[in-house]
DNA sequence: CCAAAAGTGTTAGTCCTACACCCATGG
DNA sequence: CCATGGGTGTAGGACTAACACTTTTGG
């Protein structure tokens, strides 16, 4: 069924930077692609905007089709829109981050996906079109986005410690904080709360937080 | 002469709030609709997206044909999409945010604009689609950007008084400055070169400076 | 000489950063 | 008992915000 307008018209897609952590390791969500242009080679996830939903719909339907959750954290970041960014059409790209914790998680390849696979940040593969700049710039605006610790819930369980907590912490920053001065923001800014549980380990056991809702 | 997709497509449009300072009020530039919807309304300048350029392409182009000038700072801020925000036809606007002076412009009713006036942003009259969302989201950008103080030489001419570069933070900010404590600023950051010159006006002449650029 | 705008420093409080040792547990 | 990670406080420097008077000019 064709659709026909007077002036050309772009193509409009979401594409997402989905980033979770994995044994310590951001890790970035890929998907091997099924079919030309670029077929066998990694891409962002995402995916055309339907008719009847605005972007930020787009962005959270076209996640839950390949991860099966709804992201806790999902904004939009940046366009991108050169005009040859695509080889068969023109296509406007919004650009979407999200972060979520990767063991709520069974992939799902979707109907267009060959494989779907998380690649720490360290060692990302070639990517197809322009999508290895949409992440840099994501990963920037994630860092920019740090001074805000409430982001870091997004990849944490619902009770953890401030050991875990930190540890999101230093792999999205991509550099280590000092412990004393982590804690004592964490608490001043009275973003968790003791949940009285502890954790058992191999070593000492730590004291288990939840997120503290603000009131 | 059409254009045809296999599935339906956008159109796709930037709209650009372009801000100016007047008088001493921050003010933005309007257009009044030519033609339906919304006939007699006010709106923001901007306009589709052409099939050989990128977005940031697009929005100068549109705001040189409305302004006749390029923007000394333009910078894309936020998408809207929802789908019924255009009566006509599914649009998706893409956001962007300018500061000129306004004395470097001559306004250009475009083609289908009827009338183009600058508005006290304390006055603005009903506007036209979601245009009234896009602009308070604009401004609440706006404010936030102004830890860079930079962005004031885009409102201010080639040499300048330290008073004139406060009032036109007072106006963006919305509140006024401390004077010694904006001098401090300023003078510390390096922003600012004397220019050995002194204005003339009806009391004590103040020291003229001009921008300093960043080595 | 008066009205109006230009110009100028200090202080208290807060925030940021660097820094080192003892504790509790499992093996 | 030892290896490992958990847990705790302080001090110096930087930055922020509040605050009032003198100077220079035109009229």
Redesign the pocket.
Not at 178 to 181: F, I, L, P, Q, S
């Given at each position: 069924m064709p659709f026909t307008y007077e002036f050309p018209h772009p193509a409009v897609a979401t594409d997402i930077a989905v980033f979770t952590l994995i044994a310590g390791d951001l890790s970035l969500l890929l998907i091997k692609r099924g079919g030309p242009p670029f077929e066998g080679s990694w891409a962002l996830p995402g995916g055309f905007l339907a008719p009847d939903e605005d972007l930020d719909s787009c962005a959270h339907r076209e996640l839950k089709e390949e991860t099966g959750v709804d992201a806790e954290l999902l904004f939009h970041f940046a366009n991108f829109s050169a005009p040859d960014r695509d080889p068969r059409q023109r296509v406007v790209s919004i650009a979407y981050l999200a972060l979520l914790r990767f063991d709520l998680i069974t992939l799902k390849a979707g109907s267009d996906a060959a494989d779907a696979r998380w690649f720490p940040l360290a060692s990302l593969p070639n990517l197809a079109f322009d999508h290895r700049e949409i992440v840099d710039v994501a990963v920037r605006t994630l860092r920019e986005r740090l001074g805000d610790l409430a982001i870091l819930f997004a990849l944490l369980p619902q009770s953890f410690?401030?050991?875990?907590m930190q540890d999101a912490y230093d792999a999205v920053a991509g550099a280590p904080i000092?412990?004393?001065?982590f804690?004592?923001?964490v608490f001043d800014a009275g973003l968790v709360e003791d949940t009285g549980e502890?954790?058992?380990?191999?070593?000492?056991?730590?004291?288990l937080y939840r997120r503290k809702q603000p009131s």
């Open positions: 410690t401030l050991t875990a000092d412990k004393r001065n804690r004592k923001v502890l954790s058992r380990g191999r070593h000492r056991p730590a004291r």
